[in-house]
């Protein structure tokens, strides 16, 4: 059975600070996704992985993937306050996306 | 595209009525799926249908609970009876096949009181 684990599970960050979020999964995945959810608001999608080394960036926001050690990265770079938001990886192995329980990001002045 | 599109957006019912959710899919998505979300449990997956078949209701927590997509175009969820422990926020997502990526409702805030 899947499992995938983020962590921390709460963050709190200083505008201008980098951080990095972890996300591993448990058995062979063939993509791993990265969610933003904003308090009260549905899942937007921000990266797809889809192969071992496959890195993607989106402003602020670094994602990678390591297959081989069923791990994937979300880096943030130089915070800013709207980046903050719950966010989730997802994987999925013979079966539909497998959410991690989300990392809350608190972004302060 | 409006996109995957659920009503009603927020639901107050007593213990012991029924619910009934809704869904339509992304146009020309093949792939529906229904996800549970709250604190404790995070997001779970309850059921997923592969052009209109449910494929996996593995997730479905009870017989209480029902799903059916009688069409390309509309997929329901029914809780009957409900119980306050079903209380959380309910997703319909739609996809190209199970791995693509999947786009979300806004989703149903449901409340058992």
């Known amino acids: 059975e899947l499992k995938v684990e983020q962590n921390p599970l709460f963050l709190s960050m200083q505008e201008g600070k980098n951080y990095t979020i972890y996300c591993n999964y448990s058995?062979?995945?063939?993509?791993l996704y990265w969610y933003r959810q904003d308090p009260g608001k549905s899942l937007e999608s921000l990266f797809v992985?889809?192969?071992?080394?496959a890195v993607k960036q989106e402003g602020r926001l670094m994602a990678s993937l390591d297959t081989k050690a069923r791990l994937s990265t979300l880096h943030i770079t130089a915070a800013v306050h709207d980046l903050s938001a719950t966010y989730f990886c997802?994987?999925?192995?013979?079966?539909?996306?497998?959410f991690g329980k989300g990392t809350r990001l608190s972004v302060i002045a | 595209d409006a996109g995957v599109i659920q009503s009603p957006r927020h639901e107050v019912t007593e213990m012991g009525q029924e619910v009934t959710l809704r869904c339509k899919p992304i146009?020309?998505?093949?792939?529906l799926f229904w996800y549970r979300q709250t604190m404790m449990r995070g997001l779970e997956l309850l059921i997923y249908?592969?052009?209109?078949?449910?494929?996996?209701d593995s997730g479905m927590p009870e017989d209480r609970f029902s799903a059916k997509m009688p069409n390309a175009s509309f997929s329901t969820l029914k809780i009957q009876p409900s119980e306050p422990r079903d209380s959380a926020v309910y997703f319909c997502?739609?996809?190209?096949?199970?791995?693509?990526?999947?786009?979300f409702g806004s989703g149903t805030r449901l409340t058992v009181v």
């Open positions: 997502a739609s996809s190209t096949d199970r791995v693509h990526g999947y786009t």
């Open positions: 058995t062979t995945s063939d993509r």
């Open positions: 992985l889809l192969s071992n080394g």
């Open positions: 997802a994987a999925s192995g013979n079966t539909p996306l497998v």
């Open positions: 146009s020309g998505h093949n792939s």
């Open positions: 249908f592969n052009n209109n078949v449910p494929i996996d």
